[in-house]
């Protein structure tokens, strides 16, 4: 692991500055993930070499970048094991993604005293859509809750899903508590009930290999910045013959076959989700960190972080006055985690580690309902990647250490 982590490392040039005369430390990667310079140098080859619109023009140009971000929309079908390219549609972020669905399929197939079921661990993007849609028609949200442990309770997901349950949305990975959902068992169970999956995977596609053929949902939706590639483009998901009846719910240029004075008449999918000008360079590099994944191997990924975050748990657990979110089994925990430290706020603790060059997320995360289910504000997030390495995990628990000293003896 050391030798091609040392490699990998020098890939991303962020990784070599010093933060507060400290050498960088990043651990915020459920936030936004650093980008290689491969990824970097090929948005920039596009802007120095093809830039021009997509759709649009016959000449060179054009040609090349309608050609580029085409083959993108292979790239991505072919990582997420996608039937085919057409069940691809380009947004901004998994937020649009989640809207997306929400705004169009959720009117189509949700009415009044229908239900919506969710779990208590969702981030806002995956549950103000859905609690939107309830409100505009007439329908019920319901939440799964959580197990003793802080994983999620199957048990009270079997009991909530019933006959009037339309869709059932979760996250992959929970951006708080460190664990990973049984997708492929809560996709069987909600089919044989006839509701239909969305899954967000924002906090997941980076990490672990995903089938979205295999797992059966209808929809999936992550974003680009979180797993290598620029801010700004995001994918969603569908089965095509979804993405077919679902209509646009944003227009104008490109998203259309024919127009007239009175009427206009739709692409098929996905280009009639992709109203204007879209995120060019983004769709570049999207494609490009895509193939950096792949060339380093998703199951190299894998395997790395769960190193890591074996290395880093049982060594936060023996902090005293520290609190871990999610489950204490290191084997259900994976490259998330969430904590306090007794009688400090989360912001102290996170600013007191930025002195440190070590950079964390305090905060509620996006899941303030999460937060009440816990029983706190905020907490704490240090969150992993596989360009991070077992040094640096020993040097994050020695600077969660230096900064409880300081605090203790202020106080």
Known sequence: MANKFETIAKDFPILSRRVNSEPLLYLDNAATSQTPNQVLERISDFYQTSNANVHRGVYTLANEATEAYEQVREKVAAFIHAPNAKSIVYTRSTTESLNLIASSFG???????????????EHHSNLIPWQQLAKRTHAKLRYVMLTDDQTLDLQDFRKKLNEHTKIV??????????????????????????????????????????????LNVDFLAFSGHKMLGP???????????????MPPIQFGGEMIENVTQTQAKW????WKFEAGTPNIGGVIGLGAAIDYLKAIGMPWIEATERELIERLLPELEQVAGLTIYGPQNVVQHNGIVAFNLKNLHPHDVATGLDMLGVEVRAGHHCAQPLMTTLGVEATVRASLSFYNSLTDMDRFVYAVKMVKEFFDRES
Request: no cysteine.
């Open 107 to 121: 009117d189509l197939v949700v009415n009044q005293d229908d239900e919506i079921l969710i779990t208590i661990m």
């Open 231 to 245: 801010t700004g483009i995001g994918v969603l998901f569908g089965k095509p013959e979804l993405l077919k009846v």
């Open 267 to 270: 692409q098929q999918a996905p």
């Open 169 to 214: 949305s979760v996250a992959q990975t929970s951006n708080v508590l460190g664990v990973t959902n049984p997708i492929k068992l809560i996709a069987k169970l909600a089919h044989e009930k006839h509701a239909y999956v969305v899954v967000d995977a924002a906090q997941s596609v980076a990490h672990q290999k995903i089938d979205v053929q295999d």
